[in-house]
């Protein structure tokens, strides 16, 4: 070849490289940098005091002397808007009773009224046949109340989402007990607080276009049409917000599907599963692929097997999954039913053709120097090669044990049948022969697509996310960096 081609031909090669390279570099940060800095939300972010309010009375944690002055402090901050809401309320009895009084109710009504029992749309469902005069138009003022307290029950709830409980109120699940933990959704939760959204259809041409329509219309001349400025103008006073840094993220259980606390017993779970597989599958794909490699003859059996091997590393993992299920679960019962011994057997199957392979790929690539020294010196085949052949391919067979590890961590399919749930306690180590376990793959794919409310808890979902980048990313660098030791000690 003409020595200027060649020049033209190693230069568009390079730069082709290059360019590759470049492109990798763009698409990588197109994809992790969202993921990146959504996540990190999940650990830097503005507490509310709804925030350390739960932190304090779930974990113990914070100074509860502080603690306890910013909760009565926003409290205090509160007071006139639960003011407003009590006030507003009175003015719906107080129509109920005028209207008893303009048809002539029966004593029973106003025992009601004077008493408040039961709650006010009861009473009114009571009190319609108990109107003696000029009944059906009592009963349409009853329906028309009705409706108003329906209106100003939809906005109460709207402040017990954005602040918590209003004063005397008890709830037994989890997130009724506290208010907006986050500065961000508190902002959201405002907007739904001060707007109601009706659609548009006066465009035939067009799908209905959704209007915001301000709440306060629907209250004008009420006790309650100075909230919706009070909430706006104090929403900062009400929540106290603060920048915190929370890195127990990682470390605290989990509470009310995610509302509150971290990702631990998913980041456990993982590590269970991803360490398990590898003690499964490594061991057993290098015994093969020695075997494959220094032992095994070129018959048609050990082609079949080879074919057998590449073709499992083709076939999908949802296929492992239910293999798994049948096999270990229902067969060989290694558990009663779904633990983390059966999703890494499991899992370890997935993997063992991709070490296998990449491992006998390794051993052949050894140079039959070694081989043949260690033979003239009286080794056995055996001892040949699992002190010296082995050793001398341990790079590669990180190589493959890397690969493996990071797909066995960023699984999915396999576990859902063998391993995984939705929730749970982080498990003991010996508790993984028997339990199942919550993980990382599991539960960003369960938050995304069946979470009740996903976009209430998107941060832990992102927080999810960048927690298992981080940690494959990590077990890749430390498998890494334990293979240049290797190569380092074996160049001498």
């Not at 008493?115 to 009473?123: F, N, V």
């Not at 599907?257 to 499964?280: D, E, Q």
Request: charged share 20%; net charge positive.
């Amino acid at each position: 070849m003409h020595l200027g081609t060649r020049k033209v031909l190693d230069r568009s090669f390079a730069g082709l490289g290059i360019f590759s390279v470049v492109l990798m570099s763009a698409a990588l940060l197109v994809l992790l940098g969202p993921i990146f800095v959504r996540g990190l939300g999940a650990f830097v972010f503005r507490a509310t005091v709804e925030h350390h309010r739960f932190i304090l009375e779930h974990f113990g944690r914070g100074d509860r002397r502080q603690v306890q002055g910013r909760i009565a402090a926003a409290r205090q901050s509160r007071e006139p808007l639960y003011d407003m809401i009590a006030r507003h309320e009175d003015e719906l009895w107080q129509s109920f009773r005028a209207i008893a009084d303009r048809h002539k109710a029966e004593a029973a009504v106003y025992e009601m009224i004077e008493s408040r029992e039961p709650d006010l749309p009861r009473a009114l469902r009571a009190a319609r046949y108990s109107l003696t005069e000029d009944g059906r138009h009592g009963r349409d003022a009853l329906d028309a109340l009705e409706q108003r307290w329906e209106v100003f029950e939809e906005l109460r709830e709207k402040v017990r989402v954005l602040l918590g409980p209003l004063p005397g109120e008890q709830f037994a699940l989890l997130r009724k007990q506290y208010g907006q933990t986050r500065w961000g959704r508190a902002q959201v939760k405002l907007h739904d607080l001060l707007y109601d959204y009706d659609y548009d259809y006066s465009d035939p041409n067009q799908m209905g276009r959704k209007v915001y329509v301000p709440r306060v219309e629907q209250f004008e001349g009420t006790a309650v049409e100075p909230l919706f400025a009070y909430a706006e103008d104090n929403l900062h006073a009400m929540l106290l917000p603060r920048w915190t840094f929370y890195w127990r993220f990682l470390f605290d259980e989990s509470f009310d599907a995610h509302f509150f606390g971290g990702i631990w017993p998913a980041v456990l779970g993982t590590l269970y599963l991803t360490v398990g597989t590898m003690l499964i599958a490594g061991p057993t794909g290098i015994i093969a692929a020695a075997y494959l490699a220094e032992y095994a003859r070129q018959t048609w059996r050990v082609s079949l097997i080879r074919t057998c091997i590449s073709t499992l590393a083709g076939v999908p993992s949802i296929v492992f999954g239910l293999f798994g299920l049948a096999f270990f679960v229902n067969t060989l019962h290694v558990s009663d039913s779904r633990s983390v011994l059966a999703g890494a057997l499991t899992l370890a199957v997935l993997v063992l053709p991709t070490v296998i392979r990449a491992s006998e790929e390794a051993i052949r690539a050894v140079p039959q120097t070694y081989k043949e020294a260690a033979l003239s010196l009286g080794a056995t085949k055996w001892r040949t090669t699992f002190t010296v052949v082995l050793p001398a391919a341990l790079p590669g067979v990180l190589t493959s044990i890397i690969i493996s590890m990071g797909r066995a961590a960023g699984e999915t399919a396999p576990i859902i049948f063998t391993a995984a749930v939705s929730l749970g306690k982080p498990l003991k180590l010996w508790q993984t022969l028997s339990q199942p376990t919550p993980a990382l793959p599991w539960n960003i794919y369960n938050l995304a697509t069946e979470h009740e409310a996903v976009d209430e808890i998107r941060h832990v979902q992102y927080g999810m996310v960048l927690t298992l980048i981080v940690m494959v990313l990590a077990l890749n660098v430390t498998a890494i960096i334990l293979r240049a030791r290797i190569s380092r000690k074996l160049r001498g």
